[in-house]
């Protein structure tokens, strides 16, 4: 069975301030491709979202792309539970959002505390982040051993 890869576009690859890429987001997202591994952008955002992850170039990373007007809890145990897999990931900026909808189905998280929403700490053991981290630099050894030690 496969492992998912959930990450979130916002302030976690997407720096909209200056509307590009943040330094590192395309060496993570090579990091992340695996035979056994599905990879999932998820975007809270209105009809233009999805033309910007075009314009980008960001499509042929991912096998499913995810574009809604409200990222919910729902939105993440849909996705997994359409896609079963062994093991989950998820990479986000927010604990409130995508660190605490990964906890709740088991994946591990992984936390860029940086940015608009660095200050926002874990209040309880749900939003408790498996990793943190500040640049995605940093989550590529931690995808790269977790997918190594599958």
């Known amino acids: 069975m496969q492992t998912g890869i959930i990450i979130d576009f916002n302030r976690t690859l997407y720096d909209p301030g200056v509307d590009t890429l943040h330094p590192d987001a395309l060496a993570l997202l090579d990091a992340c491709r695996h035979e ?4 999932f952008l998820v975007s809270a955002a209105g009809p233009g979202r999805r033309e910007l992850i075009t314009r980008l170039g960001l499509d042929p990373f991912f096998d499913h792309i995810i574009v809604t007007a409200h990222k919910s809890q729902a939105t993440f145990d849909d996705i997994q539970s359409r896609w079963p897999a062994k093991e989950w990931i998820v990479i986000g900026d927010r604990i409130k959002r ?6 709740t189905f088991g994946a591990t998280t ?3 505390q940086r940015g608009k929403f660095a200050t926002e700490l874990p209040e309880n053991n749900q939003e408790q982040p498996s990793y943190t981290v500040h640049t995605l630099a940093e989550v590529i050894p931690i995808i790269s051993s977790l997918l190594d030690s599958l």
């Open 98 to 103: 995508e660190i605490t909808y990964g906890n």
């Open 36 to 39: 056994e591994t599905r990879i």
């Open 110 to 112: 992984i936390w860029i």
